[in-house]
């Protein structure tokens, strides 16, 4: 059974940081190109990054860059999110997203999302 499983939201103040971790089960993680997503109320859900299945280096979206790390442990089929600098406009629920495609079909999983509130 796939699964993907976000912890590490809350509430934090701004400037503040926080590290979000996927973890996954039910699929063969390192063979799978990893994303966090997130969506703000009322708003589209949007790309925060993106981690190669054998890549260390990150796609970063521009808003996020210099702020956001995303990093992935093949060995703990987990991915993680390091956000540092935390803005209130950042408040969103963030969710875990695994893709790939295999023999022209593709394979795509998404976890329930954690909550990530930034406020004095």
Avoid: H
């Avoid at 993907?4 to 039910?26: D, F």
């Avoid at 996020?64 to 935390?86: C, E, P």
């Amino acid at each position: 059974q796939v699964r993907l499983v976000e912890s590490g939201g809350g509430l934090v103040q701004p400037g503040g940081s926080l590290r979000l971790s996927c973890a996954t089960t039910g699929f063969t993680f390192s063979r799978y190109v990893m994303s966090w997503y997130r969506q703000a109320p009322g708003k589209e859900r949007e790309l925060v990054a993106s981690i190669g299945s054998i890549s260390t280096v990150p796609n970063d979206t521009d808003s996020m860059k210099g702020r956001f790390t995303i990093s992935r442990d093949n060995a703990k089929n987990t991915v993680y999110l390091q956000m540092n600098s935390l803005k209130p406009e950042d408040t969103a629920v963030y969710y875990c997203n695994a893709r790939t495609t295999i023999v022209w079909t593709k394979y795509e999983y998404w976890g329930q999302g954690t909550q990530v509130t930034v406020s004095s």
